[in-house]
Each structure stands twice: as structure tokens, then as C-alpha cells.
């Protein structure tokens, strides 16, 4: 257990609908990041926040938004969901800001499967 | 830019052997780290190793361990004493210093026979 926790781990939607993926860091931990894993593209990072602020954005769509509240927990809202928007969402935190160096620990993840 | 290569999509070993995967970056940054992380069937991923550039000492994290080349930019895992719970992906993960981000490679896919 990374001590990482992610909510819902299953979620199943329709085309158009919106979702919102919830992720608690771990503790002491200021950094979240979230990261999108489809069966052919691999792991794609998405957003990063760092004690509240957005630190660093990765391939992120428009229809995709992300925040981290005073608690530090972050969520991931989709929108306009599209079939390909089918996959695994990672959430990982860290101590530090430093995406590359500071160690992430990930969470279980959320299955988003839009029919 | 940095790249991150896996050359090795899927691997097998025998319970109870060693088995290495490859991991091959670019980088021109001499600040970085090293990672590999396992992807067992659950879908959760879980940090192997973790190896600083600066250090010349190959970490070592119990059956797990690395080869680090720094002059061929090479990071190969060493599984010793391979168990079934093993069985899993495997991703390299190159992270920058300067250019703070983390890259994964591809991931190789190991199976343990029994």
C-alpha cells in the first residue's frame, strides 16, 4: 500500500457525460500528479500541482481540468467524454515540487470506461 | 529530448532464476534519476529501485538490482531468485533534473514459469 488512495476505482459512463476522479495523497506529501494509462499509448502524464499551485502540464487535454484543495487532495474532472477517453487514471504524489527527481508513489488508480 | 528505450516488450524466466531487462536513455543533463517501477496484474504501480546519477554504486533493494552504466546510458534490472509474484510489467523511468520531468519508457512484460 503506497499509501495513495484513489475514488471511484471503477467508473462506467456515457459519451458527453462528466466525470470527477479523486485522489488523497500521501501523508507529508505536497505533490499530486496525475497520469493517463490507455492499452496503446503507455503512461502519459497529465497535470502536476504542488501545495495548492499548478507546477507542471503534460499532454492534458482542454476538456480535462485538474485542482488540489487546501487538504492537498486533488481532483481530475473530464468532460465531454469521448470514447477514447477510456483508460486507467494514475494519481502519484510526492514530498518535494520536482517531478523528476522527487520519488512518486502512485495511488490504485480509476478504471474510467465510457460505452 | 530525453528518450527512454526498452528494447525487450516480453521476457520469461523460471521460478527461482535471474533474469535482466534492459533499459537504454538519452540525455544530455548530467542531474538525474533512475526508476523502475512494477505493474503487477492488479494495475498498480510500485517503485522497484530508485538510482541517483551522481552515485557510482548500483542500488540494490533486496532480490532487485541494477546495473548502471552511466557512460552507456544504460539501467538494467536484475531479478534474483525469481518468484511467481514477480509477474509483471516492468517500466524504466528516466527523470531530469533540469528539465524536471519523468519519462517512462515502454515497459517489458515478464512472465515467471513455475
Known amino acids: 500500500d503506497s499509501g495513495v488512495t484513489q475514488t471511484p476505482k471503477h467508473l462506467i459512463t456515457a459519451t458527453g457525460q462528466r466525470v470527477t476522479l479523486r485522489c488523497s495523497p500521501r501523508s507529508g506529501d505536497l505533490s499530486v500528479y496525475w497520469y493517463q494509462q490507455s492499452l496503446d499509448q503507455g503512461l502519459q502524464f497529465l497535470i502536476q500541482?504542488?501545495?495548492?499551485?499548478?507546477?507542471a502540464k503534460g499532454n492534458i487535454l482542454e476538456r480535462f481540468s485538474a485542482q488540489q484543495f487546501p487538504d492537498l487532495h486533488s481532483e481530475l474532472n473530464l468532460s465531454s467524454l469521448e470514447l477514447g477517453d477510456s483508460a486507467l487514471y494514475f494519481c502519484a504524489s510526492s514530498v518535494g515540487p520536482r517531478q523528476g527527481t522527487d520519488t512518486q508513489y502512485f495511488g490504485p488508480g480509476t478504471r474510467l470506461t465510457v460505452l | 529530448a530525453q528518450t527512454v528505450t526498452q528494447s525487450q516488450p516480453e521476457m520469461s524466466v523460471q521460478e527461482a532464476e535471474t533474469v535482466t531487462l534492459s533499459c537504454t536513455y538519452d540525455t544530455s543533463e548530467s542531474d538525474y534519476y533512475l526508476f523502475w517501477y512494477k505493474q503487477p496484474p492488479s494495475r498498480q504501480m510500485i517503485l522497484v529501485i530508485r538510482q541517483e546519477a551522481y552515485k557510482q554504486q548500483n542500488a540494490t533493494e533486496n532480490r532487485f538490482s541494477v546495473n548502471f552504466q552511466k557512460a552507456a546510458k544504460s539501467f538494467s534490472l536484475k531479478i534474483s531468485d525469481s518468484q511467481l509474484g514477480d509477474a509483471a510489467m516492468y517500466f524504466c523511468?528516466?527523470?531530469?533534473?533540469?528539465?524536471?520531468?519523468?519519462?517512462f519508457g515502454t515497459g517489458t512484460l515478464l512472465a515467471v514459469q513455475p
Open positions: 500541482y504542488y501545495n495548492g499551485e499548478e507546477r
Open positions: 523511468a528516466y527523470g531530469g533534473g533540469a528539465t524536471n520531468k519523468l519519462i
